[in-house]
């Protein structure tokens, strides 16, 4: 499947990685200095809830065969 979207998202995802150096606890660490910068901004981040994790739609897609 040759799709540019998908292809554009993947290169960028490759390149922050590659930024952090694949360290997935720097990118964490990011994410989170990106989150407290944009709330003083007067961003709102919404937290997911439990009932998401509950949705018919997680036990759907999250199923086991």
């Known amino acids: 499947m040759n799709d540019e979207i998908i292809d554009e998202v993947r290169s960028i995802k490759e390149s922050l990685a ?3 150096g694949f360290d997935i606890r720097r990118i964490f660490e990011d994410i989170k200095r ?7 901004e007067g961003w709102h981040h919404v937290q997911p809830t439990a009932v998401l994790s509950e949705s018919a739609f997680r036990r759907v897609r999250f199923a086991r065969d």
């Not at 990106?34 to 003083?40: F, G, H, I, M, P």
């Open 34 to 40: 990106s989150e407290v910068q944009t709330e003083l």
């Open 18 to 20: 590659e930024e952090f």
